[in-house]
């Protein structure tokens, strides 16, 4: 394996899947040395994760992309759920048509996501180091040295981190010690990728009946649909056939689907579980190899991608110098409670829809076709649910890094909160704030153009860390335009207010302070 021997680079990411992956994007974009190694000689090529959220689509937008992963996927704005005697048509994400450029639950094969992601940092010359399995690591003031097996024999790689992105069996979580409770549910579950005959395309189908519910999501490549349902129990055990999927769908369903031509088939069991600590030492973990539960919400590989954004602008910053190692820290006390929470909403959806109590098994379908189309429309209902699903709505306001400046400003949009999206004008090309942030921190001075001067400098001991904006209801040179005055509103600013934003490499407010003295900002960027 050429160009794997016993050397020191700052960051070793064992695990080439879609968190792994999208760490290495960033650090390679934010300058920092890093290797990337998987025990697999090749790319997976069945779909797994399938959809993916539009904060992940947010925060892969400065790297690159976010746009890409968009145009080779299929956007599904509705969900169509059939009932035994009625069907209804559910609107998904029409609460965030205006709050995202991503107003949409994105379904693309985690095959495609990892070559799109894959071929990128191949082509930044970085590419994924293939047929190499992580072994055992131990590390000393100075750094780790991780034994790793490839096909010419054991090699030794010595770097100032690791982060184990290698899934639920992960050999770095095993030698580091960390332990890794949690629950595996007795049910089994069919996942196929094939044609499915008299559904509607660009939906996604959702059957309720008695067993359960049978989801059909579009998929588009390598097969038309994604089918997930229920094994029965007593063929939990064996390989699933055409055949016996067919019989399944009989039982959810009088409509004629049919299937056809499967690309995929294969059963799975859910677990729940959460490492007890995402980090020891030099060591890290991100996505599967820190939490695994149910597919319900589609979000596990989604809140793996942002563990991965959320840590490497920190990883970036103190291996080049310009934070403490403290700055890590805000990893695990970020991430952790994000993931408690997902397990415990996974779950709680996941018991609701496999129960096999006789009586919830009566009431599910009965009560969904009433009760389902009667919350749908309520608006604020909607409008949760999306902030959840989409992961928009997460934030690290008691986070160390969020910090409220002086002085103080109103109640929308505080420190540790995601920056609200909206329509903006960059040298006269329409765009928005997320699609124009840059890979780093970024200090947007917001209000009228004459409270700020036109070259704003940060000075200080950090001002290479910092790209200046000017937002602005009015225009000048350099200056982001918010023409509809909706970004300023929605950060709870007039046109007339002054005031400053620093955001976070990974969009979310770290700082924020009412008017144009920048010390403030300043002392933050110290204490990194």
Not at 107 to 118: C, D, H, V, W, Y
Request: net charge neutral; with cysteine; glycine share 10%.
């Amino acid at each position: 394996m050429a160009g794997l021997d016993e050397s020191t680079v700052d960051v070793l990411i064992v695990g080439a899947g879609p968190t792994g992956l999208a760490l290495a994007a960033q650090l390679r974009a934010l300058g920092v040395g890093f290797r990337i190694v998987d025990r697999a000689t090749d790319a997976v090529h069945e779909s797994r994760a399938l959809a993916i959220q539009a904060r992940t689509l947010e925060v892969l937008t400065p790297l690159g992309l976010g746009a890409e992963l968009a145009a080779q996927g299929d956007a599904a704005t509705v969900l169509l759920m059939h009932f035994a005697n009625s069907t209804a048509e559910i609107p998904l994400f029409d609460e965030g048509f205006d709050e995202t450029s991503f107003p949409y639950l994105l379904f693309l094969s985690q095959a495609k996501t990892e070559r799109i992601l894959a071929d990128r940092l191949a082509q930044a010359g970085t590419p994924v180091e293939r047929g190499v399995e992580f072994r055992t690591l131990a590390h000393d003031a100075g750094a780790v040295t991780s034994t790793l097996d490839t096909a010419a024999g054991e090699v030794v790689i010595r770097s100032r981190y690791v982060v184990g992105c290698d899934g639920a069996h992960s050999a770095v979580r095993h030698s580091s010690g960390i332990r890794f409770p949690g629950t595996a549910f007795p049910q089994s579950f069919v996942i196929a990728d094939l044609e499915a005959d008299a559904l509607e395309t660009g939906r996604v189908h959702v059957y309720l009946a008695a067993d359960g519910m049978m989801f059909f999501f579009p998929l588009g490549s390598p097969a038309t649909w994604r089918m997930l349902v229920m094994a029965s129990p007593t063929a939990a055990t064996e390989a699933p056939t055409l055949e016996a999927v067919q019989a399944i769908v009989g039982r959810y369903t009088t409509d004629p689907v049919v299937l056809r031509d499967p690309v995929w088939l294969t059963n799975f069991t859910v677990h729940s579980r959460r490492a007890e600590s995402f980090r020891a030492g030099p060591v890290f973990l991100a996505g599967d190899a820190a939490h695994i539960h149910s597919p319900a919400g589609a979000q596990g590989m989604n809140t793996g991608i942002q563990d991965a954004v959320n840590l490497g602008w920190k990883l970036a910053l103190v291996c080049q110098g310009l934070a403490g190692e403290t700055v890590l820290d805000s990893y695990q006390s970020e991430r952790l409670p994000v993931a408690r929470s997902v397990l415990r909403m996974t779950d709680r959806a996941f018991r609701v829809a496999t129960s096999r109590n006789p009586l919830f098994r009566w009431f599910r379908p009965r009560a969904a076709a009433v009760v389902v189309p009667m919350a749908l429309r309520i608006r604020l209902l909607r409008r949760i649910g999306f902030l959840v699903v989409s992961q928009l709505g997460i934030g690290y306001r008691k986070s160390p890094l969020s910090v409220e400046g002086r002085p103080r400003l109103g109640r929308r949009a505080r420190a540790g909160d995601r920056l609200p999206d909206s329509a903006i004008t960059v040298n006269g090309h329409a765009t928005t704030l997320h699609r124009s942030l840059p890979s780093g921190f970024c200090l947007l001075c917001c209000g009228p153009a004459g409270e700020w001067p036109e070259h704003v400098e940060l000075g200080g001991p950090r001002p290479a860390l910092v790209q200046v904006i000017r937002l602005s209801s009015a225009g000048g040179p350099g200056v982001w335009v918010d023409p509809t005055q909706q970004a300023l509103r929605r950060m709870g600013l007039r046109p007339a207010d002054t005031a400053q934003f620093l955001v976070r490499p990974d969009g979310y407010i770290g700082y924020r302070a009412r008017g144009a003295d920048l010390s403030g900002v300043r002392a933050y960027l110290e204490s990194l």
